[in-house]
């Protein structure tokens, strides 16, 4: 399955994004659907995921409360719906699709191009 994310851009400390990533290419319902998210200098970290039936839901502690995953079967797309950003929410964005629903980078075999979220103070 081919990736792809965008929604990423420039906000205010307090504000909201929401960022977007279309498959293509298998069937999007066979797929647990995850975001992670790279800090400069800092390895790459989950964020939040969501399981092939939309039913479950994982999040960081950092963005629980904040951050809502869903996804949209007709378009075949996942959304990170971020509220109340941080200036530490700042990072480059990716998706990733994979079997079962799982918080480890491992458990994920596709990944799209990341999309860079930047939180100004």
């Known amino acids: 399955v081919q990736l792809q994310a965008s929604g990423g851009g420039l906000v205010q400390a307090g504000g909201s994004l929401r960022l977007s990533c279309a498959a293509s290419?298998?069937?999007?319902?066979?797929?647990?659907m995850g975001w992670f998210r790279q800090a400069p200098g800092k390895e790459r970290e989950f964020v939040a995921a969501i399981s092939w039936s939309g039913g479950s839901t994982i999040y960081a502690d950092s963005v629980k409360g904040r951050f809502t995953i869903s996804r949209e079967f007709a378009k075949s797309t996942v959304y990170l719906q971020m509220n109340s950003l941080l200036p530490e929410d700042t990072a480059v964005y990716y998706c990733?699709?994979?079997?079962?629903?799982?918080?480890?980078?491992?458990?994920?075999?596709?990944w799209g191009q990341g999309t860079q979220v930047t939180v100004s103070s």
């Open positions: 990733a699709a994979g079997g079962v629903l799982v918080t480890t980078i491992r458990g994920y075999d596709n």
């Open positions: 290419g298998r069937t999007f319902s066979n797929y647990a």
